[in-house]
């Protein structure tokens, strides 16, 4: 009996390529629905969000946890790489090869014993997270929704020196996310500031801003409570609506004026490009 041959047998290495000043990407999907935990503490409940047709679950282990907003920084990585290679009229491929430290300085980290450490740490959530979504699927003939059910990446593997230190990192990316940004129309590039935004509401919410405002010169809105929905935070919806007034205060977007507005006894989020795209003050952070 011949020997069936496993998935990394019939992809081809894709070597990172130097990122210079390669542009951020991510993908419409994740900054359009609530995939990631925002909490830096672990989180298990599953995030479950259903309108508009589209339905999706996310679920973690008690180990991991499920991945939270800055493990996404690998995902932006990996997509930035992949539109960079097709860019340069290079094949891209759902196998990547990197070394952690290349990893690290794109997402604007350190490169210390700790920040290797929380890196490892986001693979093993990326990969124990487990996704079920009609996003993106046909509907049946019969009518019935396909859901497709995957992990952000199928494997990794480390290749670590006598002394411990790594040599590089390998990583097998998820069928459903390197379709989607194969697919330019599904990218978006984001704000070089964006990874100096420490806060978890911070982050989701310029990626929604980005994803719904674009630069459309008349803006957007969102009424508060279909934000709450959309976040899939375990904040209460009161305490929610704080943060995102604090950030409207302050702020906080690259690239957009966020302003509260309130009618009918609804309040709104509201958001218009800013034309001075005031740089953000770049802060600390780390994988949580």
């Known amino acids: 009996m011949s020997k069936r041959p496993n998935e990394r047998e019939q992809l081809s290495l894709f070597r990172a390529l130097p990122a210079g000043d390669m542009a951020l990407r991510d993908a419409q999907d994740l900054m359009a629905y609530p995939f990631f935990s925002l909490a830096k503490s672990p989180r298990i409940v599953p995030i ?3 309108a508009g047709g589209i339905s999706l679950t996310v679920e ?8 939270t907003i800055w493990d996404a920084d690998v ?15 290079i094949a891209p491929s759902r196998l990547m090869v990197a070394t952690p430290y290349e990893i690290l300085r794109f997402a604007q980290r350190g490169t210390g014993r700790s920040d290797y450490l929380a890196l490892r740490a986001a693979l093993d959530r990326l ?24 992990s952000w990446i199928n494997e990794w593997k480390e290749y670590v020196q006598p002394g411990g230190r790594s040599d590089g990192i390998e990583l097998i990316l998820a069928d459903w996310f390197f379709t989607g940004v194969m697919e330019e129309g599904l990218v978006l590039t984001l704000d070089p500031t964006y990874f100096g935004l420490s806060g978890g509401i911070e982050r989701w919410l310029y990626r929604l801003v980005r994803k719904h405002g674009g630069r459309q010169q008349a803006g957007w809105r969102f009424d508060m409570r279909h934000l709450h ?26 690239g957009y004026w966020l302003s509260i507005e309130r009618r009918g006894g609804i309040e709104w989020l509201a958001f218009l490009p800013d034309p001075d795209n005031r740089p953000s003050e770049r802060l600390v952070h780390r994988f949580c």
């Open 229 to 254: 929905l959309k976040s899939g935070s375990l904040q209460r919806p009161s305490d929610f609506a704080i943060q995102v007034r604090q950030l409207a205060r302050r702020q906080a977007l690259p």
């Open 48 to 50: 479950r969000f259903e």
């Open 127 to 150: 990969q124990s997270t487990t996704v079920a979504t009609t996003l993106r699927q046909r509907a049946r003939p019969n009518g019935s929704k396909r859901i497709h059910r995957f």
């Open 75 to 89: 995902l932006i990585w990996a997509a930035s790489q992949i539109i960079q290679a097709k860019k340069e009229g």
């Open 60 to 67: 973690g282990v008690p180990e991991h946890g499920i991945a």
